[in-house]
């Protein structure tokens, strides 16, 4: 599905945030009064009929693709300018606003403004023909959670002062969490770092009745009068107290199920695996966020968040320690030991291959899905021990199953070892095969940074059996390289020699990982010092009025940055003609930039021409000065 530019711009009326009254509370107040004057009673009734009739011919036509429809605060008019003679709109000429949300999460024929475009054509003519003072606007669910990626909140704003007409659960979600978190911010607005709705709402699988889960981080860094654990607890018992209160408020009757994390108990969830910090980070959406959440749910996004070592290796302890548990208290504990028994393991199995841990639901479908059906390396009836415990499990918890019998838990434990036997050795196949692949990658990774640093050096081609006389020659001898990366250097190659003739082994291994890291530190370093230095002398920088520009001559472009220190940068490109002179100037960008930075090869000198002076003049004035070792 194509993603849009602008989500927002799907809600139609561009006052909309300046309508924002109380008034479908107040009506609705109204509506339950015991007396009413007789023309305010049959106008109620009227719009009650309209607002019924537009809801049923909406859910007949679209189904379950409407999750909510709700009646949106009258627009407030602008104020008259002075002088302005007012004109008040005829009494039968009153726009009803109406907010429809369509969940567009499995479209998977058309495109997200195609699917807009349907759906908004379909409800407005059935609104037109109800009544054409009814306004429809049609916003699509991921657009409302693009919003909160981008922290426009605005949308839910205008959500939680509506009077709901039909909901799924996600209106309500949506009108309780926003009424909540702005409770919390205007009291605790300093510590709170972010304010997530999580769970099945946002996660596709919600009902009318399913708890509404919000996750709150609170700031604990700072923290001085108190301890971490005091700090926490102080807050999490009043931001609980917050929620009943609005839940009170709204007449919502969903458990508003809120979780109070301090940011530095989520970060070491985070490092230690914790497959539920994984799927919040994974499925959250923000209503808040100070830049904390959305950063971490990038990296999770491109791969760069990833489990450690250490928290691997006890994920898959566990299992042998959870069979031993299981035959000392066999009837006690032995469904939830043979439970995570197999379970922890297996997802310990998803992590070493390279996905985060999903749920203890989704565990079984995912590990057929990559090791039976992708990778063929495991067979289909370990999923079926593995599916049958997580199902068994999950009917003791709700209370479809009263207990197990002996049989069934010997059967359970029988299998468990079964199958913890068959993931130890298919946990050592993954991991040889992730030994090698890293082996590889490091070896390239290295060669390609050599390579870099011996073409700043002025050498451009070089072949692999040259490589370490080259690196010995012009950066070890010179004394450009410490010496002891020679070493490190030759333990990579040797390994990838021995992966060759697939002789490799673990010592091998640890032996080209162990100084790997500080010579591909050290290489990067210097390139990027000896790259800087080039760099700043085709520099010109200067003063115009209070002012810093800068000018960069490459080759035949030059940029321009008119004030170095302004939030938002204005870079241009100009080209660089034979006299020096600078051509006529174009909006450029900070990538742009970067990219011909990156492919330029500076000259050991830099010489500047008179028409150089010249051009700049007309840019930064003839008043300009120009700074000297800056």
């Known amino acids: 599905m194509a993603k849009k530019d602008k989500p927002s711009k799907s809600?139609?009326?561009?006052?909309?945030?300046?309508?924002?009254?109380?008034?479908?509370?107040?009506?609705?107040?109204?509506?339950?009064?015991?007396?009413?004057?007789?023309?305010?009673?049959?106008?109620?009734?009227?719009?009650?009929?309209?607002?019924?009739?537009?809801?049923?011919?909406?859910?007949?036509?679209?189904?379950?693709?409407?999750?909510?429809?709700?009646?949106?605060?009258?627009?407030?008019?602008?104020?008259?300018?002075?002088?302005?003679?007012?004109?008040?709109?005829?009494?039968?000429?009153?726009?009803?606003?109406?907010?429809?949300?369509?969940?567009?999460?499995?479209?998977?024929?058309?495109?997200?403004?195609?699917?807009?475009?349907?759906?908004?054509t379909i409800i407005a003519k059935i609104a037109e023909d109800i009544d054409k003072n009814l306004v429809?606007?049609?916003?699509?669910?991921?657009?409302i959670w693009q919003n909160c990626y981008d922290a426009k909140y605005e949308l839910n704003k205008l959500i939680s002062l509506g009077a709901p007409i039909h909901d799924t659960g996600m209106l309500a979600a949506i009108k309780i969490a926003e009424i909540h978190k702005t409770m919390v911010l205007k009291k605790f607005e300093k510590y709170i770092l972010s304010y997530?709705?999580?769970?099945?709402?946002?996660?596709?699988?919600?009902?009318?009745?399913?708890?509404?889960?919000?996750?709150?981080?609170?700031?604990?860094?700072?923290?001085?009068?108190?301890?971490?654990?005091?700090?926490?607890?102080?807050?999490?018992?009043?931001?609980?107290?917050?929620?009943?209160?609005?839940?009170?408020?709204?007449?919502?009757?969903?458990?508003?199920?809120?979780?109070?994390?301090?940011?530095?108990?989520?970060?070491?969830?985070?490092k230690e695996a914790n497959p539920i910090i994984f799927t919040l980070l994974r499925d959250g959406v923000p209503f808040y966020d100070r830049g904390i959440f959305m950063p971490w749910k990038q990296l999770l996004r491109m791969g760069r968040i990833k489990p450690s070592r250490e928290a691997i290796e006890l994920f898959m302890s566990t299992g042998e320690q959870s069979?031993?548990?299981?035959?000392?208290?066999?009837?006690?504990?032995?469904?939830?030991?043979?439970?995570?028994?197999?379970?922890?393991?297996?997802?310990?199995?998803?992590?070493?291959?390279?996905i985060p841990?999903?749920?203890?639901?989704?565990?079984?479908?995912?590990?057929?899905?990559?090791?039976?059906?992708?990778?063929?390396?495991?067979?289909?009836?370990?999923?079926?021990?593995?599916?049958?415990?997580?199902?068994?499990?999950?009917?003791?918890?709700?209370?479809d199953k009263k207990e197990l019998t002996g049989k069934e838990l010997d059967e359970l434990i029988e299998n468990a070892e079964k199958y913890l036997k068959r993931i130890n050795e298919l946990f050592k196949e993954i991991e040889g095969r992730h030994d090698e692949r890293n082996i590889l990658l490091l070896y390239d990774e290295i060669m390609t940074i050599i390579r870099d640093v011996l073409k700043l050096e002025g050498i451009e081609k070089v072949q692999d059996e040259e490589i370490i006389k080259l690196f010995e020659g012009e950066l070890i001898t010179t004394g450009k390289v410490p010496a002891r990366y020679l070493r490190d250097l030759n333990e990579i190659i040797e390994a990838k020699r021995k992966h060759d003739q697939k002789k490799l082994s673990k010592a091998d291994i640890e032996n080209a990982h162990k100084g790997?890291?500080?010579?591909?530190?050290?290489?990067?370093?210097?390139?990027?010092r000896k790259r800087g230095?080039?760099?700043?002398?085709?520099?010109?920088?200067?003063?115009?009025?209070?002012?810093?520009?800068?000018?960069?001559?490459?080759?035949?472009?030059?940029?321009?940055?008119?004030?170095?220190?302004?939030?938002?940068?204005?870079?241009?490109?100009?080209?660089?003609?034979?006299?020096?002179?600078?051509?006529?100037?174009?909006?450029?960008?900070?990538?742009?930039?970067?990219?011909e930075l990156a492919a330029a090869k500076f000259p050991a000198r830099t010489f500047i021409k008179e028409a150089v002076f010249e051009s700049m003049k007309d840019i930064f004035g003839r008043e300009m000065e120009v700074l000297l070792s800056y």
């Open 323 to 354: 069979i031993s548990r299981v035959k000392l208290r066999l009837k006690d504990m032995g469904m939830e030991d043979t439970y995570y028994a197999i379970l922890t393991p297996s997802q310990a199995a998803l992590m070493l291959y390279g």
């Open 196 to 270: 997530v709705l999580a769970g099945s709402l946002t996660q596709g699988r919600a009902t009318a009745t399913s708890d509404i889960d919000v996750w709150i981080v609170i700031d604990d860094t700072d923290v001085k009068k108190m301890s971490r654990a005091e700090l926490k607890d102080k807050l999490r018992a009043i931001i609980i107290g917050m929620g009943i209160e609005a839940g009170e408020m709204t007449g919502i009757k969903n458990k508003l199920n809120i979780q109070v994390y301090i940011l530095t108990d989520f970060w070491e969830s985070l």
């Open 357 to 399: 841990p999903p749920t203890p639901r989704e565990t079984p479908d995912v590990m057929e899905e990559i090791f039976v059906k992708k990778e063929k390396i495991l067979e289909p009836e370990y999923i079926k021990i593995l599916r049958n415990n997580v199902d068994i499990r999950k009917k003791i918890e709700h209370g």
């Open 11 to 120: 809600v139609a009326h561009p006052k909309e945030l300046k309508a924002v009254t109380t008034a479908p509370q107040e009506m609705e107040a109204a509506a339950n009064l015991p007396k009413l004057p007789p023309e305010l009673e049959k106008k109620l009734k009227a719009l009650k009929e309209k607002l019924d009739s537009f809801k049923e011919k909406i859910i007949a036509k679209f189904g379950d693709y409407i999750v909510g429809i709700t009646l949106l605060p009258p627009e407030k008019p602008a104020p008259p300018k002075e002088g302005e003679k007012v004109e008040e709109k005829p009494k039968d000429d009153q726009k009803i606003q109406v907010l429809v949300v369509v969940d567009d999460t499995d479209s998977k024929k058309m495109s997200k403004d195609e699917l807009h475009q349907k759906f908004s």
């Open 533 to 595: 230095r080039e760099l700043e002398r085709a520099k010109i920088r200067v003063k115009h009025g209070s002012k810093f520009g800068e000018v960069i001559l490459l080759d035949k472009i030059a940029f321009v940055i008119p004030d170095v220190d302004a939030k938002e940068q204005l870079i241009e490109k100009a080209k660089l003609n034979p006299d020096g002179s600078l051509g006529t100037r174009e909006k450029s960008s900070l990538e742009e930039l970067e990219k």
């Open 136 to 143: 429809p606007q049609s916003v699509l669910l991921t657009d």
């Open 516 to 528: 790997s890291s500080g010579l591909i530190k050290f290489l990067v370093e210097y390139m990027q």
